[in-house]
């Protein structure tokens, strides 16, 4: 039966969607092409008629899933205010949601160590997707000059990326949660788990509508953090 392209770019993208979850579950070499496109629901002989290595597969997984984390962020910078912007992608990166669910996270904890051994051609496509989010984290920095910024970013992703592998290893436990929270502290220099504010008082209430504001933003941004959770 002859397919028309529509047809075959749609399953194309659905193995490479599958495909960078279950890599990112189980690594580079703890799966198999067999198994990644039963996964997709199609057989192992119509691989090839998808790509012309497993190599190529790996390339695009990995560049599929580093492209989320990358959009998942710009889409958070467009719908936050611009002083939260940050802390809310730190506070989402490094979260025990984030941390039991490295299927559907960062391809670089999940992946990155393995990303190492591989050819020069995956490695090359890697550091490309690890760049563009270099690009995206330094985008935040506005008050500091391009390459500044820049370094900022690559500190701040090393950060991020080394706590949440840390946080991984360590498990589940108290160790694990207080791993990432000095990974939070380190990146936005301020008490990451801060008590709630004291409930408002009938006279706190009647200070005027400015005092609204702060608790509007607030819930603004956790509406985006919400949304942010719910994609893979």
Do not use: N
Request: net charge positive.
């Amino acid at each position: 039966m002859r397919y028309s392209k529509e047809h075959k770019l749609e399953t194309h993208a659905r193995i490479v969607q599958k495909a960078s979850v279950r890599l990112r579950e189980k690594g580079a070499h703890g799966v198999g092409v067999a198994d990644l496109m039963k996964e997709a629901g199609l057989t192992h002989g119509g691989f090839y008629a998808h790509f012309s290595s497993r190599e190529q597969l790996l390339v695009e997984a990995f560049a599929y899933a580093m492209d989320r984390s990358t959009e998942r962020w710009r889409k958070l910078a467009a719908e936050t205010p611009r002083e939260q912007r940050l802390a809310l992608i730190v506070d989402h990166y490094l979260s025990a949601t984030h941390r039991d669910d490295p299927g559907r996270g960062c391809a670089v904890p999940a992946l990155g160590a393995e990303i190492v051994r591989e050819s020069s051609k995956t490695r090359k496509a890697f550091a490309s997707k690890l760049d563009e989010m270099i690009d995206a984290i330094a985008s935040e920095y506005v008050e500091a000059p391009p390459k500044t910024a820049r370094k900022q970013a690559v500190a701040t992703l090393a950060t991020l990326m080394g706590t949440l592998l840390l946080a991984r290893i360590a498990g589940t436990g108290e160790l694990s949660d207080t791993i990432l929270q000095a990974g939070r502290e380190a990146v936005l220099g301020r008490a990451a788990d801060a008590k709630p504010p004291a409930k408002r008082t009938s006279a706190s209430r009647g200070a005027g509508k400015s005092a609204d504001k702060p608790a509007t933003k607030t819930a603004s941004a956790a509406k985006a953090k919400a949304r942010l959770a719910a994609q893979d």
